[in-house]
């Protein structure tokens, strides 16, 4: 079993910027990738970022440009640095992890709002 430390989610204005952290640990099998899914009432979760074990990224087509997903020193850490941010980015994040069985976290909300 699989468990998260997520953190940095929160209230910003549209425009502004927030970086999510998570760290997984826990897994008895190598995670071969991280990152983030997010998920508004009534819609499907949807694909943000991941980030596989040689560095190779993967981003949904809503936030290409604008959001950059990067690992930390500490294994199995990432960060997801969200830049210009509008309200159409308001919904809960949920961290995932590849082993390849997936893993989710308890989420974080982003609310983007003036």
């Known amino acids: 079993q699989v468990q998260f430390v997520e953190s940095g989610g929160g209230l910003v204005q549209p425009g502004g910027s927030l970086r999510l952290s998570c760290a997984a640990s826990?897994?008895?099998?190598?995670?071969?990738?991280m990152g983030w899914y997010r998920q508004v009432p009534g819609k499907q979760r949807e694909l943000v970022a991941l980030i596989a074990a040689d560095g190779s990224t993967n981003y949904g087509d809503s936030v290409k440009g604008r959001f950059i997903i990067s690992t930390g020193n500490v294994r199995n850490t990432v960060y997801l640095q969200m830049n210009s941010l509008q309200p159409e980015d308001t919904a809960v994040y949920y961290c995932y992890a590849g082993t390849p069985k997936g893993y989710w976290g308890q989420g974080t909300q982003v609310t983007v709002s003036s």
């Open positions: 826990g897994s008895t099998f190598p995670i071969y990738n």
